[in-house]
């Protein structure tokens, strides 16, 4: 049964540091992996999407790798900023198990002015 | 391009009572997922159209739960008769793809989420 983990579950950092979020999961026979934001209340945002024959992805400031053998994945952000302050949430979907994505629980950052 | 939507955003009922959630997802999406997230633990999978048809309803919790998607479009959830333990927020999302198609198709989208309170 597939697990996925997210440490640490809560972070402040002051704003400008750049920071890594981490993502591991028991089982590498995975499709993709995606990252979401969530703001208190809202919805989930999707802020990147890798594949599973990729390495990595970047959008702006983030950057999320994969590395399957170790079954893990980062969130790196840089220079972060107050706005940046949210859930980001880590899912992936496996194969042979349908198009579900499985949820780790999160990790709350806070970004301090 | 509208994103998924959900309707209603809170639903506030009695133990027993019926409730009817709807997603209308993003256009041209032909997969679509139901997730739901209750307190204290990790947003968990319910079941997976595609199209009209259930790919996967393994996640319902039992038979109290009945999902439609009548004509590939909008998806209904409803619940009956509600049980307080029902109570969490409940996530739509779709995609263009599904996850073996490997490509960007497969991302999902998420709605707002509807909150569900069973008093």
């Known amino acids: 049964k597939q697990e996925v983990t997210q440490i640490p579950a809560a972070l402040s950092v002051p704003e400008g540091e750049n920071l890594v979020l981490n993502c591991s999961f028991t089982d590498s026979a995975i499709y993709n992996l995606q990252w979401f934001r969530q703001d208190p209340g809202k919805g989930l945002t999707s802020l990147l999407l890798i594949q599973s024959s990729q390495r990595e992805q970047t959008s702006g400031r983030l950057n999320a790798s994969l590395d399957k053998s170790s079954g893990r994945s980062t969130l790196y952000i840089a220079a972060s900023q107050p706005g940046d302050s949210a859930t980001y949430l880590c899912?992936?979907?496996?194969?042979?198990?349908?198009?579900?994505?499985?949820f780790g629980q999160g990790t709350e950052l806070s970004v301090k002015p | 391009e509208a994103g998924v939507t959900q309707f209603p955003s809170h639903s506030v009922i009695e133990k027993g009572q019926t409730v009817t959630l709807r997603c209308d997802p993003i256009?041209?999406?032909?997969?679509l997922y139901w997730y739901r997230r209750v307190m204290g633990k990790e947003i968990k999978f319910l079941l997976h159209?595609?199209?009209?048809?259930?790919?996967?309803e393994s996640g319902m919790p039992n038979n109290r739960f009945l999902a439609e998607r009548t004509g590939g479009t909008y998806s209904t959830l409803k619940v009956q008769p509600a049980e307080l333990e029902d109570s969490g927020v409940y996530f739509c999302?779709?995609?263009?793809?599904?996850?073996?198609?490997?490509?960007?198709?497969?991302?999902?989208?998420f709605g707002p989420g509807t909150r569900l309170t069973v008093l």
């Open positions: 899912a992936c979907s496996i194969y042979n198990q349908g198009g579900k994505l499985i």
């Open positions: 159209f595609v199209k009209e048809s259930k790919q996967d």
């Open positions: 999302a779709s995609s263009q793809e599904a996850p073996w198609t490997a490509g960007p198709g497969n991302e999902q989208f």
């Open positions: 256009s041209g999406h032909d997969n």
